[in-house]
Nanobody
Framework: QVQLVESGGDFVQPGGSLRLSCVAS????????IGWFRQAPGKERDGIGC????????DYADSVKGRFTMSRDNAKSTVYLEMTNLKPEDTGIYYC???????????????????????WGRGTQVTVSS
């Protein structure tokens, strides 16, 4: 089976930090771009970060730039999203995603192709509140 599984979501206070993990199974993660998406309450699911298969190319949404950092350990089939200085507006369900057709053609440092992601994890809840 092909799966992406997010974990690490939690309840945190404003200014806190959290690290999310996205574990892939059923395919070789190293060949695939991975995107991170967030769906805030009552809002659309939007791309917040994209990391290329080798980790060299990254793209961050303005709302998280400078606070969130992506990395990956392909030997562990895992992509990470380190979140710092969390704000209440960061609250939402966080998803990782890839695509098996556009597998290396999503991430772009000048603006990623968010609409090309078609394979999704189930999400993990992050709540930022005092």
């Amino acid at each position: 089976q092909v799966q992406l599984v997010e974990s690490g979501g939690d309840f945190v206070q404003p200014g806190g930090s959290l690290r999310l993990s996205c574990v892939a199974s059923g395919f070789t993660l190293a060949y695939y771009d991975i995107g991170w998406f967030r769906q805030a309450p009552g809002k659309e699911r939007d791309g917040i970060g994209c990391i290329s298969g080798n980790g060299v190319t990254t793209d961050y949404a303005d709302s998280v730039k400078g606070r969130f950092t992506m990395s990956r350990d392909n030997a562990k089939s895992t992509v990470y999203l380190e979140m710092t200085n969390l704000k209440p507006e960061d609250t939402g369900i966080y998803y990782c995603a890839t695509d098996f057709y556009y597998y290396q053609e999503m991430c772009d440092a000048n603006g990623s192709h968010w609409d090309r992601f078609g394979t999704w994890g189930r999400g993990t809840q992050v709540t930022v509140s005092s």
